[in-house]
C-alpha cells in the first residue's frame, strides 16, 4: 500500500525556520518524483515545490524561491523540506504528493505549519 | 506564474452533466498535455481523478471525463451523484520543472 506520512510541522514566529519530513513506503521511492503542494485554511492548492528521483533537478514556486530547499534522502525513503525566512504567508497544511506523469497520485494527510508571531 | 482561472463554484441537479473550465496560457495548458484534476473533500487531501488531459486513473468512474482546447482544460462530471458534491482543482505543468494550479470550483448537488 502507497503511504505518504508528512511530519516536522508546528508553530514558529516569523522569520523562523522549519523542516518538514515526507516519509514514504508501498512503493519505488528513489524511481519516484516527489511534490510539496500547500493549502492555507480555507484556501485553494498551491503547488510549492518539486523534486526529481535522484534529487538533481529541483523546482520552485516563486512565492519560496530562494527561502524554501527541497531534498530527498533515498536511503532513509524521505523528501524534506527545508523552510527558512518564514512569513505569515506561509502558514497551510503542507501535503507531499508522489508524482505520476506530472501529476500528483497519491497524496499524504498533511502537516500543519503556523506562522505567527 | 499566473494560478489557472477556475470558475468559483458550479451546481446541478442529480443525473445531470456539469463542466467545469480551466484557463491557462500557451505557457501551461496550452503548451502541455499534462493536466490533471483533483476532487478534494472537506478535512481529506485531494484525490487524483483525471490525468495527462483524460486519462482516469484506477478507480475512478468513467461519469468524469477531462479534454482540453487551445489554453482551456475541462471537466465534465455525467449523471450527478450526491457524493460528488466537493471541491474540484485543476493543475498543469508549466515547464521548467514548475506546475500551477487552478483556484478552485466548489460543486453543489442541488
Known amino acids: 500500500e502507497v503511504q505518504l506520512v508528512e511530519s516536522g510541522g508546528g508553530l514558529v514566529r516569523p522569520g523562523g525556520s522549519l523542516r518538514l519530513s515526507c516519509a514514504a513506503s508501498?512503493?519505488?521511492?528513489?524511481?519516484?518524483?516527489i511534490h510539496w503542494v500547500r493549502q492555507a485554511p480555507g484556501k485553494g492548492l498551491i503547488w510549492v515545490a518539486h523534486?526529481?528521483?535522484?534529487?538533481?533537478?529541483?523546482g520552485y514556486a516563486d512565492s519560496v524561491k530562494g527561502r524554501f530547499t527541497i531534498s530527498r534522502d533515498n536511503a532513509m525513503n524521505t523528501v524534506f523540506l527545508q523552510m527558512n525566512s518564514l512569513r505569515a504567508e506561509d502558514t497551510a497544511l503542507y501535503y507531499c504528493?508522489?508524482?505520476?506523469?506530472?501529476?500528483?497520485?497519491?497524496w499524504g494527510q498533511g502537516t500543519m505549519v503556523t506562522v505567527s508571531s | 506564474q499566473s494560478a489557472l482561472t477556475q470558475p468559483p463554484s458550479a451546481s446541478g441537479s442529480p443525473g445531470q452533466s456539469v463542466t467545469i473550465s480551466c484557463s491557462g496560457t500557451?505557457?501551461?495548458?496550452?503548451?502541455?498535455?499534462?493536466v490533471s484534476w483533483y476532487q478534494q473533500h472537506p478535512g481529506k487531501a485531494p484525490k487524483l481523478i483525471i490525468y495527462?488531459?483524460?486519462r482516469r486513473p484506477s478507480g475512478v468512474p468513467d461519469r468524469f471525463s477531462g479534454s482540453k482546447s487551445g489554453n482551456t482544460a475541462s471537466l465534465t462530471v455525467s449523471g450527478l451523484q450526491a457524493e460528488d458534491e466537493s471541491d474540484y482543482y485543476c493543475?498543469?505543468?508549466?515547464?521548467?520543472?514548475?506546475?500551477?494550479f487552478g483556484g478552485g470550483t466548489k460543486l453543489t448537488v442541488l
Open positions: 504528493a508522489r508524482d505520476r506523469a506530472f501529476a500528483f497520485d497519491f
Open positions: 523534486i526529481n528521483s535522484d534529487g538533481s533537478g529541483t
Open positions: 500557451s505557457s501551461d495548458v496550452g503548451n502541455y498535455n499534462y
Open positions: 508501498g512503493f519505488t521511492f528513489s524511481s519516484s518524483w
Open positions: 493543475n498543469s505543468y508549466a515547464g521548467s520543472n514548475l506546475w500551477v
Open positions: 495527462e488531459v483524460s
